[in-house]
């Protein structure tokens, strides 16, 4: 069954991250695609000890947020272990990486 993308009014929808297939979005970084509501893209992302973003993140119009399962993610010269929530507006600019392999849970603005 595939995970519907969208969240309709009046639904629930409880989901097991683990069922749903990870898309290999570069060497070491694996996403899952959560359904969300409208104007927001929510999403589980994995990343295996040592990786990194393959570019800069750049975020020119909308906001992005994420939180820190368990792992640590490397930001510039900052770490964020778990249970840290980092929320970034528009016209910022980041490439995670991890030395320790980080799950994270996050979502974009899109509206």
Request: charged share 15%.
């Given at each position: 069954m595939t995970t519907p993308r969208q969240v309709l009014p009046g639904q629930t929808l409880p989901v097991d991250i683990d069922d749903i297939p990870a898309e290999d979005l570069a060497p070491g970084i694996h996403v899952r695609?959560?359904?969300g509501m409208e104007g927001i893209r929510t999403w589980v992302i994995d990343l295996d000890p040592g990786a990194e973003w393959p570019d800069v993140d750049v975020h020119e119009t909308y906001g992005e947020a994420y939180f820190v399962v368990s792992g640590e993610i490397i930001e510039?010269?900052?770490?964020y272990g778990?249970?840290?929530y980092v929320a970034m507006g528009a016209e910022t600019s980041h490439r995670p990486r991890t030395e320790t392999g980080v799950r994270?849970?996050?979502?974009?603005?899109?509206?």
């Open positions: 695609m959560l359904p510039g010269d900052r770490t778990p249970g840290t994270a849970f996050g979502f974009n603005y899109d509206v």
